[in-house]
């Protein structure tokens, strides 16, 4: 008997397959959690909230003023203010919560379980006054402020798109109040967007 063994090197193929797949699940620019993964990550967590009878909060958070970022300093510089505000909001919440960018100047974080509204409360006060700190990108100081819009599971929805809804809501109703704030959603802000809609 004679036996033929074939040694193959797959290393190279699996670090593509993984550099691929991360691709598809994380922002390019930040390295955040990009929307799909997010959203897997979110029904996930709407179900063990379920499971275990628990609350959990979203925070929709947008940059005030980020487009003036990129037009007067470039768009090397915005994606500068992109990268610190990612690493900000990391420093304002817990290990086990989720933080993602959706796209643009558009951040979400996933507060998998709260005891009450002050959780959300306080992380949301400790985000809002982190990224209003100056930030120096390219020599240069930037000062910033964001918005941030708060649903909560199950008050406010109990599905993934509804949660993201009520919470994009609050954070245009954070807009309206001046910027440089949070609101969490109420059913009153459901007719105030199908007014803007109309």
């Known amino acids: 008997w004679h036996t033929i063994c074939i040694v193959r090197d797959v290393t190279e193929r699996k670090q593509f397959e993984e550099r691929i797949r991360h691709l598809a699940n994380y922002d390019s620019l ?18 063990l909230a379920q499971r275990n009878r628990h609350e959990l909060a979203l925070l929709y958070l947008d940059l005030d003023r980020f487009k003036s970022v990129n ?17 900000r909001i ?12 959706l796209g643009g100047d558009e951040f979400v974080v996933l507060l998998s379980e709260i ?3 002050g959780d959300a409360k306080s992380i949301a006060e400790k985000i809002l006054a982190e990224l209003a700190a100056p930030m120096n990108i390219a020599g240069q100081t930037i000062t910033l402020s964001s918005s941030i819009g708060i649903s909560l599971f199950p008050a406010d929805g109990a599905d993934v798109e509804s949660l993201m809804r009520a919470a994009d809501s609050a954070m245009y109703h954070a807009k309206d109040k001046g910027r440089s704030n949070y609101q969490f959603f109420t059913p009153l802000l459901n007719l105030a967007v199908q007014r803007r809609m109309a």
């Not at 799909?36 to 967590?45: E, G, I, V």
């Not at 037009?71 to 690493?87: C, F, K, S, Y």
């Not at 990391?90 to 960018?101: E, H, P, S």
């Open 30 to 47: 930040t390295g955040l959690p990009n929307r799909m993964l997010f959203y897997d990550r979110l029904s996930q967590a709407i179900n």
């Open 71 to 87: 037009d007067t300093r470039g768009h090397d510089a915005g994606d500068e203010v992109l990268i610190a505000t990612a690493q």
């Open 90 to 101: 990391a420093l304002c919440v817990r290990q086990d919560d989720t933080i993602a960018r």
């Open 115 to 117: 005891g009450d509204v």
